[in-house]
Every structure is written in structure tokens, then in C-alpha cells.
T-cell receptor, first 113, second 109 residues
Framework: SAVISQKPSRDICQRGTSLTIQCQVD?????MFWYRQQPGQSLTLIAT?????????ESGFVIDKFPISRPNLTFSTLTVSNMSPEDSSIYLC??????????FGSGTRLTVV | QKEVEQDPGPLSVPEGAIVSLNCTYS??????FMWYRQYSRKGPELLMY????GNKEDGRFTAQVDKSSKYISLFIRDSQPSDSATYLC?????????FGTGTRLQVFP
């Protein structure tokens, strides 16, 4: 399966600032996925990022708040913009590798104060 | 009603016990069913994958899918302290996974 490096692993940020999370995959993949995992909640898909096209956002998530870049087939970034304490969560990137083999990064634990 | 329901636990069992973890779902179009294991401060890792109804066994782990009841299960035999983690069910009809909230399992020696 693919190996995903995600950074930073954790951060504490001031409200109103932005944080960019990086996701590097050791293989070329078509689609990369960004999830949010809030305490006591299920993983929620934020958006799907395809190389060379705009990301597709799920209901409740907008590009102005969560801009995504996908410059090539092994790398993607998710930015959490104008942060508030409600954005405190774990953010995970994921790739589909093989038939329904989804691999996840270790996650970025974000605390907004 | 959530698309996928999963008892959050926590579930605490002694080493060697048989563990049963379950999820129910409402979308009859789901065809792909997965169980992920997530250790603290780590991302989820795929444990079991099943297509449609039936059973699948892998070592101490058995996954069952009953599409008529919209119910899936994961059984862990001879549970070990290293099995202590959060277990998430996930399912899909196309290319988007829907996750349960996860069940926290603790196996004590």
C-alpha cells in the first residue's frame, strides 16, 4: 500500500490565522482525500483533490475556508483559513491505493486558541 | 438518522475474550464494507474489507455483512492488549466512504 507523510503532526494556532497541512505520498495516485475527525464524531470528508482540476467539496465545506492545492500526483495541501476554536480537530489525508484500499496519513492535530 | 450508526463504547474486555463490534446502516446501496483500526495519535489503518454480504476471516479477525438487516460485525478472537484501539466501520456505494463514529476497545491483561 502507499505510504503517506503528513505534516505538521500537531499545531496550536491563534484564532484568525491560517494553517497549511501538507500530504506527501510515495506513489502517484489519482485522487487524494481530506478528512476531518472531531472528538466523538465520525471521519467527515472535506474534499476530494484531483491533480490538474479544482477540488470537489462536500456539503458544508467551502473553498474559501479550506483551499486545497494538488500540484502533482504525489502531493497535496489543505489550508484551514481564518481559524476559530470550532476548527480544532484532527485533519487527515487519504489516498485510494488499489481496489478500495484507502490509506491514511497519521493526521494533523490542530488546536485553535 | 445517521447513515451509519456505531456504538462508541468504550468496550473493556480481559485478554483472551471474544470481542464483537457492530454497525448498522440505512443506505441499502452500500456494497463495500470495511473495518479500520486506529491507534491513539495515528491515522486509521484498513483491517478488513468485504464486498456485499458474507463472511471474511483473517487470522483472529472475522468480518460479517448482513445486507438484509443492514448490519455488519467484526469479531476479534483471543483478544490481546495490542488490540486496544478505536475500531471504525466504513462503507461505500461508489467512491466515497461513510464512517461510523468508532468504538473504543480496551483489552486488559
Amino acid at each position: 500500500s502507499a505510504v503517506i507523510s503528513q505534516k505538521p503532526s500537531r499545531d496550536i494556532c491563534q484564532r484568525g490565522t491560517s494553517l497549511t497541512i501538507q500530504c506527501q505520498v510515495d506513489s502517484q495516485v489519482t485522487m487524494m482525500f481530506w478528512y476531518r475527525q472531531q472528538p466523538g464524531q465520525s471521519l467527515t470528508l472535506i474534499a476530494t483533490a484531483n491533480q490538474g482540476s479544482e477540488a470537489t467539496y462536500e456539503s458544508g465545506f467551502v473553498i474559501d475556508k479550506f483551499p486545497i492545492s494538488r500540484p502533482n500526483l504525489t502531493f497535496s495541501t489543505l489550508t484551514v483559513s481564518n481559524m476559530s476554536p470550532e476548527d480544532s480537530s484532527i485533519y487527515l489525508c487519504s489516498v485510494e491505493f488499489g481496489f478500495y484500499g484507502y490509506t491514511f496519513g497519521s493526521g494533523t492535530r490542530l488546536t485553535v486558541v | 438518522q445517521k447513515e451509519v450508526e456505531q456504538d462508541p463504547g468504550p468496550l473493556s474486555v480481559p485478554e483472551g475474550a471474544i470481542v464483537s463490534l457492530n454497525c448498522t446502516y440505512s443506505n441499502s446501496a452500500f456494497q463495500y464494507f470495511m473495518w479500520y483500526r486506529q491507534y491513539s495519535r495515528k491515522g486509521p489503518e484498513l483491517l478488513m474489507y468485504t464486498y456485499s454480504s458474507g463472511n471474511k476471516e483473517d487470522g483472529r479477525f472475522t468480518a460479517q455483512v448482513d445486507k438484509s438487516s443492514k448490519y455488519i460485525s467484526l469479531f476479534i478472537r483471543d483478544s490481546q492488549p495490542s488490540d486496544s484501539a478505536t475500531y471504525l466501520c466504513a462503507m461505500s456505494d461508489t467512491d466515497k466512504l461513510i464512517f461510523g463514529t468508532g468504538t473504543r476497545l480496551q483489552v486488559f491483561p
